[in-house]
């Protein structure tokens, strides 16, 4: 049973718009969130987090919102451009047991920036 | 050095064939972890070292093997694969287990398996 999911295989938007990238969580015992963009042949990077408690942080281009009653985060890229076209992965951290700091992640989200 | 370097970068096995699987990281980071991708699906954690002690094993097979030599090498040796064990294979390395700051991750091995 997949406790992350990304619903959506691919997102496709136009330079200069506003991406919004959905992942939703079924595990109450995540104590943050995080974002990781994959280019083709390389690992995963991180971009961005948000702990448990808050609902919501920004760095630069990027912003990521926690609705903790919808389980439901999201990352907004604005404005988008041709460069961040890459695989988007969601992650949780576990909070503690045997899970305290086990990333889990979602499915991933193929965002293609046309200019 | 801001790296996790995953060496090689391709391998080709028969499933009678002993390898290993190497990574390494000079940035101090203290927990380092072997996750697995299969194609289409998220990366799946495999095992985690923290202070050079395994510290989770997800019911991995025992033809994984992780081992930790010192603070800045991860190896996975591997032997008696299956098919089905081809994939790309994920080492990444925080500061501090779970760190909340995300994980740094190499570029994989891509692993078949014949």
């Known amino acids: 049973d997949q406790q992350v999911k990304q619903n959506s295989p691919s997102l496709s938007v136009q330079e200069g718009r506003i991406s919004i990238l959905n992942c939703d969580y079924t595990?109450?015992?995540?104590?943050?969130f995080l974002w990781y963009k994959k280019y083709p042949a390389e690992g995963p990077t991180f971009l961005i987090s948000?702990?448990?408690?808050?609902d919501k942080n920004e760095d630069g281009r990027f912003t990521v919102f926690l609705n903790k009653s919808a389980k439901h985060l999201s990352l907004h890229i604005v404005p988008s451009q041709p460069g961040d076209s890459a695989v988007y992965f969601c992650?949780?951290?576990?909070?503690?047991?045997?899970?305290?700091?086990?990333?889990?992640f979602g499915q991933g989200t193929i965002l293609t920036v046309h200019p | 050095d801001t790296e996790v370097t995953q060496t090689p970068k391709h391998l080709v096995m028969g499933m009678t064939n002993k390898k290993s699987l190497k990574c390494e990281q000079h940035?101090?980071?203290?927990?380092m972890y072997w996750y697995k991708q299969k194609a289409k699906k998220p990366p799946e954690l495999m095992f985690v070292?923290?202070?050079?002690?395994?510290?989770i094993n997800e019911s991995v097979p025992s033809r994984f093997s992780p081992e930790c030599p010192n603070s800045s090498l991860l190896n996975l040796h591997l032997h008696a694969l299956q098919p089905e064990d081809s994939a790309l294979y994920l080492c990444?390395?925080?500061?501090?287990?779970?760190?909340?700051?995300?994980?740094?991750f190499g570029s994989g091995t891509r692993l078949t398996v014949v």
């Open positions: 595990n109450s015992m995540f104590d943050y």
């Open positions: 940035m101090g980071h203290r927990a």
């Open positions: 070292y923290s202070y050079e002690k395994l510290s």
């Open positions: 992650a949780a951290r576990g909070a503690g047991g045997t899970s305290y700091g086990k990333l889990t």
């Open positions: 948000i702990s448990s408690i808050k």
């Open positions: 990444a390395s925080s500061q501090s287990p779970g760190q909340a700051s995300g994980y740094t």
